[in-house]
Structure formats: C-alpha cells, structure tokens
C-alpha cells in the first residue's frame, strides 16, 4: 500500500510538473511581444551572456563549426549592442565600449585569419562590408568621434567603392572564386552609411550597384540570387532563405522602394505554415525542396531554423510588425529561454552563436533609412494551433486519472 501511495504521489507531482510547463509555454506565446520599434526587456540579459561566452572561448569553437563563425559571433554582439544603445540612449556609453570591443576583435588578426589578403577589397567582399557597417554603426551612437576612427571608416568604404568600380559584376568575392550577393549588400549598405554620416561620396557606386541587381535577379523569383559566378554574376543557386533574409535587413538602407517589393515577394514565397503551425521560414521557395547545409542547419519540414531567427530581424527592419511578433512569440515557445541572475540563453546556452543572432535580430533597427510603415497581416487562426497543442498538453496527465473517476461514478 505504501508503494501504491508512493507511486501515486510520484505520478501527480510528474503531472503537475508536466501540466505547468505546457501552461508556461502558452504564456510565452500569447504574451505581447515589444513592437519593431523596441527592444525586448531581456536584451541585456542576452548580452550578457554573450559575452561571457565569448570571453570563454565561444567564438574560437564556432570557427570550428562553420568558416565565419568567429567572426560573426563578435560582429553581431557588437552590432546587437549598438542597436540597443540606440533605443536606449542611457547604455550608449556601454555600447560604445562593447560595440569597439567587438570592432577591435574584427579588425586582429585572428579576424582576418580565415579571410584572403589578396582579394579586393582586402581579404574579400564579406570581411570588408562586415567590418565597415559595424565601424559605421559605432560611429551612429554618437559623442565624439575620434578623428583616426573617421579617416578609417572612410578609407576602407573608399576601398569597398574602388572595388565595385573596377569589376564587371554587382557581386564581388568573398573567398576566391566564390560570391554571394548577400555579402555585396552589406557592403554597399555600409557606403550608404557612409554618406548619411559624412555626406555624399557614393552614390553613384550605390546606384550603379542597383541597377547592375536588377538585371541578375534569380529569374525564378524576381529575388536577388543566392550565390553567383564571380567573373559576371550569373546565377549559380536560386534564392534561399539563409542569404535572403540577411538581405532583406539591409537592402531598406540602400533603396527602401526596392527593398519593399523584394521583401513582399521574399514573404509571399518563403512564409510557411507546416502542418498548421507557423509562421516560419523555408530555406527554399515554397514547392521547391533542397538540402540543408551549414547556413541553413538541418531543414525540419524544409523550415530553417537559422533563417527563422534573421527572418525576426528582417521583418522589423522592414515594418512587419505582425510577423516580427510571431516569429518573436514563437522563439519563446520553442527556444527554451532559461532566465538566470544577469543572463538569459536559449536552447540551454549550447549554441552562443544562435543566441548572438537573436539578440542581433530582436533588437533590429534602421541606421539610415526611416522605420518602414505599412504592416502585412498573418491568418489570424495562427497561434490556434500552438494553443490546441499546449492544451492537450497540459490535459495528457490527468486523462486517466479522470477516466478512472468518471467509470467508477457510471458503475456505481
């Protein structure tokens, strides 16, 4: 009898245990989510915990797991802390410490070390574009600017233009002989930067740049390609969601008419819903299926979890205020936040580098085109699902139980 009382016990408390943490995942999704032109109240927490990560070594072992993968793990802090000292103007001092921290990490040489010297601009289109928007973005939080900080900035956006001067094609080298346009974006959307800063130097380099995209769009999606020939910028892969929505955060600051109508197809095309529940991002166009790889991670449904978490940032770079909360509301569903004195991680904190994408995405904002209006709305059955699911749930443990009582009440 003991044991039976024991192992009933057991099972209610399991049941108990189980049934709060489905209800706390029904909180998480349906609690309000802060608006594109705000921040997350955990933002900090975020932060935190990324750079102690990174002070522990993080950012050497994602080198080991893809080839930016130091690289962006200090780009993006950086980049992350910039965008929260704008929003909030009484940690601007610490974003500037930290944000050159991240800068100065860029510019060493185990920065530089995966990238080739040889290439124009020097070591390569990704490098340089990276390194010069977060030089750039530093330069935005305001306060005195150093002059050597400025003559810098300007000196290697002057290289950037050189280099897209001098080639027969919009997308320039990364590594040698291989070119993503996505790297190209971010570079000229660190020129734009540029001449919002320091007036206008490169707008031609900007426009010419433009027009060039236009006539090497994927043709199968009227989108910007996802990676190309480097000697002419011909199309070697269509369009996927990894290099897309690194895009579509920053093709607003180069040319927002342009970045609208790439961002509704983009949207149109990508947006997905497997089995009812979403949104989410497939790595490929929908009806069109592919592998995963290193960008993307494994496709669970053709959704890509990494372009899931861009596709946050994208859609408040944009205005989309209703996808950027969704995407937002189920991060915290399904990321497994774990909130602790002074930090906040996801998934347990196993993967620094994807709490530093989402930080950097949760707190996306313009540097130098306006806030996009003009929101587009989801279905508004979305969340129903997750609900439907969290319930029954929450409900599981106490079926039989139930079950149990209802039958002895009918046989008596």
């Known amino acids: 009898m003991r044991r039976f009382a024991l192992a009933r ?16 995942g029904a909180a998480r999704l349906v609690w309000p989510q802060p608006g594109v032109d705000e921040q997350p109240a955990d933002t900090y927490r975020q932060l935190a915990f990324v750079r102690a990560a990174i002070d522990r070594g993080a950012d050497v072992s994602a080198q080991q797991q893809f080839p930016e993968g130091y690289f962006f793990l200090n780009a993006l802090y950086g980049l992350a802390w910039v965008q929260a000292g704008r929003t909030d103007p009484s940690r601007r001092d610490e974003a500037l410490r930290e944000s050159r921290w991240a800068l100065q990490r860029l510019e060493s040489e185990q920065g530089r070390a995966a990238f080739d010297p040889s290439l124009r601009p020097g070591h390569g289109i990704f490098w340089a574009g990276w390194t010069n928007w977060l030089h750039g973005a530093i330069l935005t939080l305001g306060g005195t600017w150093d002059a050597e900080d400025v003559w810098r900035f300007s000196d290697r956006s002057a290289e950037i233009a050189r280099a897209f001067k001098a080639s027969e094609t919009p997308f320039l080298e990364a590594y040698p002989g291989q070119a993503w346009p996505v790297d190209s974006t971010v570079a000229i959307a660190s020129l734009r930067l540029h001449d919002r800063l320091l007036g206008t130097w490169f707008d031609g380099v900007a426009v010419r740049w433009l027009a060039a995209v236009r006539q090497r769009l994927d043709p199968a999606t009227g989108l ?28 607003p600051e180069i040319d927002p008419d342009f970045a609208k109508s790439q961002y509704q197809n983009f949207r149109a095309r990508f947006l997905s819903y497997p089995a009812g529940f979403g949104p989410a991002i497939r790595e490929y166009p929908e009806g069109t299926d592919g592998p995963g790889d290193v960008d993307s991670g494994p496709l669970l449904a053709g959704i890509s979890l990494s372009a ?18 969704a995407l937002g509301s189920a991060g915290e569903l399904l990321g497994a936040p774990l909130t602790l004195p002074g930090t906040k991680r996801y998934a347990l904190g196993l993967l620094p580098i994807g709490d530093d994408f989402l930080v950097w995405s949760a707190t996306a904002r313009p540097l130098v085109a306006a806030q996009p209006t003009g929101d587009s709305d989801l279905p508004w059955w979305w969340r129903v699902p997750w609900l439907a699911l969290l319930t029954a749930g ?19």
Not at 9 to 24: P, Q
């Open 9 to 24: 016990w057991t099972f209610r408390a399991v049941g108990i245990v189980v049934t709060i943490a489905f209800l706390v």
């Open 224 to 251: 910007l390609p996802h990676q190309v020939s480097p000697k002419d910028g011909s199309l070697l892969e269509s369009a996927r969601a990894t290099s897309q929505t690194v895009i579509l955060r920053f093709l």
């Open 308 to 325: 899931t978490v861009v596709g946050l940032g994208a859609a408040r770079v944009n205005g989309d205020t209703s996808l950027a909360t």
């Open 394 to 412: 929450a409900l599981t443990p106490w079926l039989r139980p139930l079950y149990v009582v209802l039958r002895r009440k009918t046989t008596r």
